[in-house]
Each structure stands twice: as C-alpha cells, then as structure tokens.
C-alpha cells in the first residue's frame, strides 16, 4: 500500500507559510529560508550550536518566531531568547530538563491530569467543533495539556449538533475537519500558555465495526475506515500465515496488522489525534468477561507478536534508548490493562465494584504478561494499570497487596519499571479516584491522589484538580522530586513526536484521509480475511453448502441487506420485516442466510441499591474479597457499592452503562440460555431461527453467521449447529460477508479463542488460561480452527 509520509499526510501541501499577526505558519521551505524576517535576539545567536540536524516544519499561531544563525525557533516562553527546550537541535533529554526547571509547581501538576475534552457546537448556527467553555478552566486554571476526544467522527450528512456541553457520553458528531479544527484549537491555546506546552489528545479505539460502541470502552467508526474487532484482526493474521505457509498458523502473519494500523495510523493522525488509550494487551481466557471484544487472542505469544507490531508501525522503530517515538510516530500508544485485565472473577469487570477482583486459579500471571513485555521492548509510550485487584497472586516470590493496581507500588513500581524495565509514563485508568478506588474504598480523594502517585502513576485520568496535587506537596505527602520525575515522564513523548515544533493539522488533509477510498477497501479486505469457516457439511448434490451456487433463491435473515444479496447475483426473499408484518415463509428456498449474534438489554433499569436488581436477594455474589464491604460471598450484588455500603451519593454500578449482562447471568453465554435470560436478547430471536430453520425443510440449506462478540457457545439444544454452514465473524459488513458465502473469497480466518459447546464448560474454565483442556467438555472449536472450501 503506498502511503504519504507521515509529515505529508498531516499537513499535506497545504501548509504553506502564511504571516498574519501572532499566526504564522511555516512549512519546511520557510523554515530553511529563516522565517519570515524575524531577527534573533543576541542571546539566542551566542547560544547556537550550528545548523546541524533536520530543520523540523514548524507552526506557530500563538506565539513569535525567531531565528539563529538561519535556523527558524518557536519563542514559546515569549522573552526573546533562544532557550534550551526551544531548540528543536538539543538532545530531548536536555529540552525536558530544561523545561521542567522552568515550570512552577502547579504548572508541573497540571501535566498529571488527564480528562474528557470534547468538541462542541453551537446550535444558535449549528456550528460544530468548537471549543467547550470547561477548555479554559483545563487549560489555563488546572494547566492541564492531555485530554480524551471521545467525539464520533463522521460524515457531514451524520454530524449532530445538540445543546449539551460535549461531556463524557456527547452525543454531539463531529466531520474530519470539524474534529482537526477543534485540536487545532486546543492546540492554539495551548500554545498561549506561559510556556507554550502543547497538549496531546487521546482516544479509545475508532477503527472497527462494533454495533455497540460505547463511551469510555470505544467509539463508532462513524467516518474511519471500518475493521473487524480486535479478535478479527488476529484472525486474518493467524490465517494468512496458514495461507502463506500452508502450515498450523502459530504467531501470524503481521503483516495483516501493519496494514490494519497503517491506515489507522493515517487516519487519527489527520485529525490531531496523536495518542491511543489502547491497545489492550489484555488476553480473552475468561469468555464471561464483556471486554473480551476488545481483545485480540487468548493466546499469549500471538498477542506479544501483534503488540510488537502496533507499537513498531503507530510509534515506530524502537531506538539505542528504548524509546520508539519521533517526529514521524502517528500515534504513541498506552497499553492496556496492566498487568493483564483477562483474568477476571465470574467474568465480572472491575469497571463495578461487584467486578473487583482478578483472579489467577491456574497460575497463569506470568502468561498474562508476555504481551506487555514483547510492547515495552519495541518502545511503547505509556501503559495503564486496570482497576482490579490481584488475589491471593505470589509471582516470582512477589505476594501482591490486595489493591487496585494503579494503587500498587508491586505492581508499577516494582513489576513494571524495575523487573520489566519500562521507561515511559504510566497512565491511569479513567475514574480510579472518584469511582474506582478498589481497595482504598474508604480513603479520601487526597489519600487517593497520593496513593496513585507514590506508588508509581503519573498521570491521572478522569480527574482535573491540580490544587489536589499542589496540596499534597505541601503537606509532604508527596515530594517535589516525584513530581518533577512524573513531569519529565510526560514531557518527553511531546518534544519526540515534534508537537513542540507544529502540533497543527491541515483540515483539507483530514476530509482527504479519513475513510478515503483506499483505506476503507484495506478494511473491506480484512473483514474477508477474517471470517472463519467453522462448518462446511456436505450437500445432497454430493458437493459443499458453500460457497453459494449462482442465481440461488436465497432467504435472508438477520444483518444483510437485500440490496447487498442481490448485488452478488441472488434472488432474494427477505425475512426482514418490521414488527407487527407476517415474516415470508422460507419454504421454497435454496438456501437460508442467517446473520445473528447476541447482545444485552435491560441492563440500564440495574440498580445497585434497587431491592429489585443490585439488592435482590435472589442474587448473590460468590466473590469473597476480605475486609471489603459487600463482597463477603453472602451479600446481593447491589451491597459492594459505594453508595450502598460507604454513605457516596452516588452508585457507581447503576445502569451498568459500560456493558456487560447482569452479574448473576454472566455466565450465561449458551444461546439457548440467553434466549430465555433477562439481560441477554439473541439478535434475531432463537425461536425465529429455529422457526426459519424448520420452514426450509432440510438444515443443510441453512448459513449461520454468527458476530462472537464474546466467545459465545453453539449449545448442542439451540439447533445451530444442525446448519449446513457455520461461519464466526468478529464484525464485518454484509458485502464482506457475501464475498466469502458467495466464493467470490475464499475464507481463511483462523479461531483466535477456542469456543465451548457448553455452559458447564465456560463455568469449569479457569480464568488465566487459554481454551478449555482442564474442562469435562472441553472445546467444541479449538484456537486456531478454521476451514476453507477445499475442506471438509
């Protein structure tokens, strides 16, 4: 795939110099010409070292030029002079010291916070991407220079205005220019500040087909290029190395990944977005945990495999230093959830305090940390530690406290740093100090902030009060040398990846880049690549159920549409049909299409402290965590939360809004048992299936799609496996889909998690290890299965 080089396609050749007052904008011709007259101070040309290095493009729309012996500097602190941490010349570790013995406590505070900015409107003129008024207090009050865009992008027809200010959960949707417009913004005003220190945003994942995106998890697509899930890329990769070898696939075929975060790489850059939370190195061993969708294998060294390759294609080569961030880096990655988020007990998240714990029965901590450590070797930016707690865990001699691991010094300090030897910043996870403080339940937000702070954390997300910060050092609870430390941490992914320099992007680049034709056929072609054909029988012509034979009736179900079916040459029956119509009979076709999944519902109406849902006594929490309220393995769900147990005003759990089913269904993954369970609705509805399956007579003439958003489980009373063709998808498109049951591709995906046949053995897993050997039942579909249609 050719691709602009990085500098190109963020600016593009639109960026050519301009000089307005306080606003000019300097490409690299400018650059090696001087500037536009600017004159350098006498200090500033005593302290030029020559004209070595490659000049950089810079960018300044806040600030004054100057120029030193022909080379052109940013005067960020505005006094005139050529400083250290201006000169883009200097060694990055002498800028960051430079800058950070410039800095006032507060000022060096302020980098340690790190919260959601979105773009706004306004709907007086339905102007999008503007900047909120809370922009000013992050900004100039906290002095805060990291922020989460958590905006959907997407086309100019989509874009929502709304009267709402852009908090967390903003409905308002922004264009590409829009969202590059509104960090160029930001970016201005930061610049304005007394030192000029550009601010570098972050988001959750954007680039992949998920119905059920949701904030603080991940974003729409919306305008991206469109992927398969996480589990999807990992499939395409495992089958292309089984199609290039013609062998068992082991660690796949990166190559499926470096197309896959080259285009994402392209796309968020163009906007301004320049760090990722993600992505999670976290491994699906526990099928009950929801965030298994934003995983990519249970299998540990595939997994270190893909996270090399994020890291060396978003950031870059890793250097002599250790460090794999330069000017030409798209995107700085914070891996997450140290030391592995999979293990976690019933598969309960510890977003909810019913969730806290994590678990290792089958001691397997050391196999959840490959992945992190093949990332700290390639140079990864920033790592986060999850909300869980470690339980009865001794690794390597080491027995863990039981405290959230962001609250850990073992686990930060100790682990991370001094044993896995990693140089950046750590980032916590969003809310650890106001919602999420498992462990330190009962402790005040300062005891908290401290806590998170000396024990290894540099920057805290969710959270902007700077004074919180300034106050402990006052008191001594935390030292001026730990926050000196956490500021240069922070300071240096800035000055690597050149923002000091040009932070800005062009909004034409933005509308050219984002979901441009290109990148999204590379989505469309992995979305193929990653179907895995898991049943193929045989028909009663004596040939295969697929592919599709041409000009075929076909009767469609589920996430097609008919115009996509249609398109591919068959005649089209659709059992589609709005609530309330009769639903076409299937009798008469020759095939059945059925595209189903699984997903929750109800769960808003949860309540922690609702003596219907959270405390229902009918529903109790197996999960014991000594000395922490409500989870004594006797109490209703509802009974951990704060605001039932610790007096808060607030439930951090109601609504269950970050996913996942009610807690005492989430072990409930079988179809059939979700057909019938409270929180789990089957899309379309087993019985329908079920009824469709019957109409056409002969199940050999049915195609299952099945979406594994979780490792979901064929049970044997659900009747899917009676299909003539089972194909897992882990999110594609129907045209995808139709280029694979059609022949027109091949399928070649491989499983990237094994798949149960039954409930009892999603129950008897352990939750630290891959697949299901140490069941009774074992697994239906191991890890790497897959047929193609010269297959049986």
Request: proline share 5%.
């Amino acid at each position: 795939m050719k691709t602009l080089p990085r500098t190109r396609r963020r600016r593009g050749l639109l960026g050519v110099a301009a000089a307005l007052p306080l606003t000019l904008a300097l490409t690299l011709a400018v650059t090696l010409a001087g500037g536009l007259g600017a004159t350098a101070a006498p200090e500033a040309a005593a302290a030029d070292e020559g004209n070595h290095g490659r000049p950089p493009v810079l960018e300044a729309r806040a600030k004054d030029l100057i120029t030193v012996k022909g080379r052109t500097f940013k005067d960020l602190n505005d006094n005139g002079r050529l400083d250290t941490y201006e000169d883009w010349r200097k060694p990055v570790a002498d800028r960051v010291a430079d800058l950070v013995g410039r800095m006032t406590l507060e000022e060096k505070a302020g980098l340690m916070l790190i919260d959601t900015l979105n773009a706004s409107c306004d709907v007086g003129t339905g102007e999008r991407g503007t900047v909120p008024a809370v922009a000013a207090n992050y900004i100039d009050v906290q002095k805060m220079h990291r922020f989460v865009f958590r905006n959907t992008v997407t086309s100019p027809d989509q874009a929502l205005c709304t009267a709402e200010t852009g908090g967390f959960g903003t409905r308002i949707s922004v264009t590409p220019a829009e969202a590059a417009k509104f960090t160029n913004s930001v970016q201005e005003l930061s610049e304005a500040t007394r030192l000029g220190i550009p601010s570098l945003f972050k988001s959750n994942a954007r680039n992949h087909i998920d119905p059920d995106a949701r904030a603080g998890i991940n974003e729409s697509a919306g305008a991206f290029s469109a992927f398969p899930k996480e589990a999807g890329i990992a499939a395409a990769a495992l089958g292309e190395e089984a199609v290039r070898t013609g062998s068992v696939p082991t660690i796949g075929d990166m190559a499926v990944v470096e197309r896959f975060a080259e285009v994402m790489g392209q796309e968020w850059s163009s906007i301004g977005l320049r760090g990722m939370y993600g992505y999670m190195a976290d491994l699906s061993t526990e099928p009950r945990w929801y965030r298994t969708h934003e995983t990519f294998t249970e299998d540990a060294d595939l997994a270190a495999n893909i996270m090399e390759t994020l890291v060396g294609t978003l950031q870059g080569p890793v250097g002599a230093d250790g460090t794999a961030l330069t000017r030409d880096s798209d995107v700085a990655l914070t891996l997450k959830h140290f030391p592995g988020g999979g293990p976690q007990e019933l598969g309960l998240d510890p977003h909810y305090a019913f969730g806290k714990t994590q678990v290792y029965p089958g001691g397997g901590f050391g196999y959840h940390l490959k992945p992190f450590e093949a990332a700290i070797n390639a140079g990864v930016a920033a790592i986060m530690p999850y909300y869980g707690v470690p339980m009865g865990v001794t690794h390597d001699g080491v027995t863990y406290d039981q405290t959230g691991m962001a609250f850990s010094s073992q686990i930060v300090n100790d682990l991370l740093r001094d044993r896995l030897g990693f140089k950046g910043y750590v980032n916590s996870d969003t809310g650890i100090i106001n919602d999420r403080a498992w462990g330190l339940e009962t402790a005040t937000v300062p005891e908290r902030v401290a806590a998170a702070i000396n024990g290894g954390t540099d920057t805290l997300s969710g959270f902007h009060d700077v004074k919180t910060i300034t106050d402990l050092v006052g008191a001594g609870l935390v030292t001026n040398e730990r926050v000196d430390l956490a500021a240069a941490r922070l300071l240096e992914p800035l000055f690597r990846m050149g923002l000091f320099e040009d932070p800005y992007v062009d909004e034409a680049v933005a509308t050219a880049t984002v979901g441009n034709a290109a990148n999204r056929e590379v989505g469309l072609d992995l979305q193929r690549k990653s179907a895995v054909l898991l049943q193929n029988n045989e028909a009663a012509d004596g040939g295969k159920v697929l592919p599709l034979k041409p000009g075929s009736k076909v009767y469609i179900l589920g996430d097609f549409k008919e115009e996509t079916v249609a398109g591919h040459g068959y005649e089209v029956i659709n059992g589609n049909v709005p609530a309330g119509t009769p639903r076409p009979s299937a009798a008469g076709a020759d095939y059945v299409i059925i595209s189903m999944t699984a997903k929750n519902k109800n769960t808003s109406a949860y309540r922690s402290n609702d003596p219907a849902t959270g405390l229902n006594p009918d529903h109790v929490n197996p999960i014991v965590m000594p000395g922490t309220a409500g989870l004594d393995g006797e109490s209703p769900y509802g009974e951990s939360d704060a605001c039932v147990s610790y007096g808060a005003t607030a439930c951090t759990d109601s609504g269950l809004r970050f996913g996942g089913s009610y807690p005492w269904e989430s072990g409930i993954l079988d179809f059939s048992g979700m057909e019938t369970s409270e929180s789990w609705q089957v899309v379309p509805s087993l019985s329908t299936i079920q009824q469709v399956m019957a109409e056409v007579g002969d199940p050999d003439k049915v195609v299952l799609h099945v979406y594994f958003r979780q490792p979901f489980v064929l049970d044997d009373a659900s009747g899917l496996r009676d299909a003539g063709a089972i194909v897992a998808g882990f999110g594609m498109s129907d045209t995808a889909l139709m280029d694979v049951l059609s022949g027109d591709f091949a399928p070649q995906g491989r499983l990237p998690f094994a798949l149960a046949g039954t409930r009892a053995a999603v129950q008897e897993q352990k939750s630290d290890l891959p697949g299901y050997d140490e069941t009774a039942d074992g697994a239906l579909f191991p890890y790497g299965f897959g047929l193609t249609y010269d297959q049986g």
